[in-house]
């Protein structure tokens, strides 16, 4: 199929991939519902977890944009209380039920949206259950990240800790 609208880039991902996209301000959306779900991880760590989850056989889509890439994920259980401040430190984000994520209308690298398929959905994908994607995105290596409230007397600053790289405010 040649999809050179977004109705038409609508109705593939809808056929093709079996995802529930809808079509909303002229962009191919991917709701988050009860039964799907996205995990938002800095590029650096989302390497290293599709990595470690194609070596399990756990693997799903990704989507990348520059910075950041978002895993497609089956929702079993949200993280709460030491995991989800343990995530935020990592700065992996679980949006809820009803945001939404942009999908590309190119099979190529980098549209419009600013973002590629890293690892394309399939027909009758199995996605990874959330716990696995979140399991794995922590012990994929050492905190990379993490917000500075007590390094930056409780201002909320943030630190990046990569390499020397980003601000360093306290």
């Keep these: 199929m040649e999809a050179r609208t977004v109705a038409d880039w ?7 991939f079996g995802l529930p996209v809808r079509e909303r301000g002229g962009f191919v959306m991917l ?4 039964n799907l779900c996205v995990v938002h991880l800095p590029s650096a760590r989302a390497e290293k977890v599709l990595a470690a989850m194609r070596a ?16 497609l994920a ?11 401040d343990e995530l935020a430190g990592l700065d992996v984000d679980v949006p809820g039920v009803g945001s939404a994520v942009m999908l590309p209308t190119s099979l190529g690298k980098w549209s419009r949206e600013g973002c590629y398929w890293v690892r394309f959905p399939q027909l009758g994908d199995a996605l990874p259950a959330l716990s696995a994607v979140l399991r794995t995105a922590i012990e994929v290596g050492p905190q990379r990240f993490s917000t500075a409230l007590s ?16 601000p360093r405010w306290p």
């Design 10 to 16: 609508v109705r593939c991902y809808q056929r093709e």
């Design 31 to 34: 709701p988050i519902t009860a």
């Design 56 to 71: 399990s056989a756990e693997d799903g889509p990704v989507l990348a944009r520059h910075i950041r890439w978002s895993v």
């Design 74 to 84: 089956t929702p079993d259980e949200r993280p709460a209380g030491p995991l989800a």
């Design 151 to 166: 390094e930056s007397g409780e201002r909320g600053k943030f630190r990046y800790e990569r390499d020397g790289v980003g």
